[in-house]
């Protein structure tokens, strides 16, 4: 045979060649990653543990050890084996990476103690996600975790990590966590709260995996209590609903919750059933941070929702109904964090108010019922006007407008109302209800009240000024429990401007001033009633045996000054047909003492007459009506003389009272007290110059 050409060699050799290098090519492509996951397998992560503690603690700037075992085993995802349609990617197995018994320390300059430690926490990495600078970790684990949650003071705690101003090229995604048994330990000496929860996890179907319980001190209350949650916590689906329970006591008052949260990490949002008991609701702020007023023993049960971000929070309490006392209340509150206090906005109404529920909100309740709602004050013996102080010091934590109705009113008959309708606003410490309307005698009451307990001044005293308007009530509802008025035809119209400087309804009355004044244009009265004041005995006689009748009264009108708490009655008339009365005296609201003297002249002949003034006096509590005796005393006098020197008809001229010809004058009367009632600023005291208006 020929030999083969030189030149042919090469060409022969060349396509091996590059077959070759391909093969070489692939085989290495195919023998690093066997060779990385062989290394990964069998490598001791033990030795690379003094490293990974150093790089952890100076990204989180506090201490770090895993001082337990370390390993990283190789695992195919359970949601991959579980594919149906798989691709090349999915046949990769993940990194698993485990840790046991890990530490965190506090930061520096706190105590140097663990914030949080693990006996066992695991988790798969993504490799594949690496090649996009993504950390994906599709669910993390955690066995009896312990987390020692701390604030020594406002600004420092030992949950805020250290902030990388640089954006990082990295990003970080963790899809779910899994807690089994575990203890929070959360000490705030900012609120006096020191709380140990502990965390169990549950072996039984339905929503919840873990249940919790709770003891320790919530703003310096004792709490307890405890409920469930989800097994699983979801981080990637935000939607996905986390369900909760729970069931807690602090004090008197009782909360409950069962509903879910979203994104519960950040507590993003929560959608639960709410119900709320306790003694008082302002017993809530302790729990709430939510300034609330003083009631009798409530409950109620609605739906929340809220919604958490960086800039606050706002939540809503719909569609709730409930008690406060013996009331039922319902409606819809909404209050939304921020700066530089909170908002609370709302309509509450009640369908039926008994009128005893309204006594704590100002001190008026007994003290029985203080007891109970954990009031420190109590009602002095004898004292009407409530001593009990406003707490002004929480005023300025929230902000407020708030509606409330009710549409009928439970209260004592000789109480002539019959609804309450008010307009509650709180701005920077300043409380004003505008208005505050109550239906009365068939007529209205209407109020605007103002409380400043800002103390922009300086003063921890409330600055009040009050302004009543009384308009058509009725005469005869008025008074339901008194016979003779029923018989009484007319409607009262007044006006009232006060001011004053107190902490308190009895020191803010006590230290009052301004005007009250009150009308009346035409009516009729009870003659009965009028005979009765003027002791015409002849007159109530035959009128009992007749039976009672009308007179026309022609107007009355009260024009009150008040200084300094006492009410000097500067001019107090009732004018009729047939008589005239004159009060004079004054009612004193700081010592709440009445000194009222009723004159009444006849205008007419009356027979067997033992007019004399009518003196109202005592306190508040216990007034007593008595007759100016040293004036009958004159009239008896005389009668029993004359009935011993002259024949028996001349003993009853002592006793016969003439006709008076004095008439009020009952247009200039009406006239001033149409004129509207001034009072001064609130802590000054009269004289004040006279606005005409």
């Known amino acids: 045979m020929p030999a083969p050409s030189p030149s042919s060699a090469p060409a022969a050799s060349k396509p091996h060649t590059t077959r070759t290098i391909l093969l070489s090519l692939l085989a290495l492509l195919v023998t690093l990653p066997i060779l990385a996951c062989i290394v990964v397998a069998t490598y001791d992560w033990n030795r690379a543990k003094p490293w ?7 990204a989180l700037d506090r201490p770090f050890a895993i001082r337990g075992d370390l390993s990283v085993r190789w695992e195919q995802p359970a949601s991959q084996m579980a594919g149906q349609d798989k691709q090349w990617r999915d046949y990769l197995p993940w990194p698993h990476l485990l840790a046991k018994d890990v530490h965190l320390g506090n930061p520096a300059g706190m105590a140097q103690t663990d914030a949080a430690t693990i006996v066992e926490g695991a988790f798969s990495l993504n490799p594949l996600a690496l090649l996009q600078q993504r950390i994906e970790i599709p669910l993390l684990r955690f066995q009896a975790p312990r987390l020692a949650l701390l604030r020594v003071d406002a600004t420092h705690n030992n949950w805020t990590f250290k902030q990388n101003t640089q954006p990082s090229r990295w990003q970080f995604e963790l899809e779910r966590v899994v807690l089994t048994q575990g203890v929070v330990q959360f000490d705030d000496a900012v609120t006096n709260t020191h709380v140990l929860a502990k965390v169990a996890t549950l072996d039984q179907p339905g929503p919840y995996g873990i249940a919790w319980t709770v003891t320790g001190m919530y703003s310096g209350a004792p709490v307890t209590g405890g409920g469930k949650a989800g097994a699983v916590l979801s981080l990637k689906n935000q939607d996905t609903p986390f ?51 003083e009631t009798p023993p409530f409950a109620t049960a609605g739906h929340l929702t809220g919604t958490i971000d960086r800039n606050g929070s706002q939540w809503t309490y719909d569609n709730f109904k409930g008690k406060v006392g013996s009331s039922d209340i319902s409606g819809k509150l909404a209050y939304r964090t921020g700066k530089p206090r909170g908002y609370l906005s709302g309509n509450i109404e009640s369908k039926l108010l008994n009128f005893k529920d309204l006594g704590p909100l100002v001190g008026a309740d007994s003290n029985a019922s203080k007891k109970v709602r954990g009031a420190t004050e109590t009602q ?23 509606r409330y109705s009710a549409a009928r009113i439970l209260r004592d008959e000789k109480l002539a109302l019959n609804k309450l309708s008010t307009h509650v606003l709180m701005n920077n410490g300043v409380l004003t209800l505008a208005p ?59 006006d009232a401007q006060l001011s004053a400087s107190g902490d308190s309804i009895a020191s803010l009355l006590g230290k009052s001033n301004g005007e009250v004044k009150a009308r009346i244009g035409q009516g009729s009265i009870s003659k009965l009633l009028l005979e009765e004041m003027g002791l015409n005995l002849g007159s109530v006689i035959i009128a009992k045996v007749t039976g009672d009748k009308q007179v026309k009264l022609n107007c009355m009108a009260t024009d009150f000054r008040v200084d300094n708490g ?54 508040f509590s216990k007034p007593k009506v008595s007759v100016d005796m040293k004036t009958l005393a004159m009239k008896g006098g005389a009668a029993v003389l004359l009935a011993v020197i002259a024949p028996p008809l001349a003993a009853l001229v002592p006793l016969t009272q003439q006709q008076a010809n004095n008439n009020a004058d009952c247009a200039s009367l009406l006239a001033n007290a149409k004129v509207k009632p001034v009072a001064p600023p609130p802590g000054q005291r009269v004289p004040f110059k006279r606005i005409v208006r």
């Open 52 to 58: 990974l503690n150093a790089r952890v603690a100076d």
């Open 243 to 293: 369900p909760i329970q729970a069931d807690l006591r602090s004090g008197s008052n009782r909360v409950t919750i069962e509903g879910t949260a979203t994104r519960p990490a950040q507590l993003a949002a929560i959608d639960v059933q709410l119900s709320l008991a306790g003694r008082s609701m302002a017993r809530l702020y302790e729990l709430t941070g939510v300034l609330l007023p």
């Open 380 to 402: 002095p013996a004898g004292k009407v006007l409530p001593v009990e102080q406003f707490r002004t010091a929480r005023w300025k934590t929230i902000d407020a407008d708030v």
């Open 436 to 494: 505050l309307d109550f239906g009365l005698a068939g007529g209205d009451l209407s109020s605007t009240i103002r409380l400043d307990g800002s103390g922009d001044d300086g003063q921890q005293a409330i600055k009040a000024t009050m302004n009543i308007t009384a308009r058509n009530i009725q005469i005869k509802q008025l008074f339901p429990t008194i016979e003779q008025m029923q018989a009484t035809v007319g409607e009262i119209n007044g």
């Open 566 to 619: 006492l009410m000097n009655a500067r001019r107090f008339v009732i004018d009729t047909e047939e008589a005239l009365v004159d009060v004079d005296g004054t009612i004193n609201l700081a010592t709440e003492e009445l000194d009222l003297i009723l004159r009444p002249q006849t205008k007419g002949v009356r027979v067997l007459s033992l007019r004399a003034p009518l003196y109202v006096k005592g306190p």
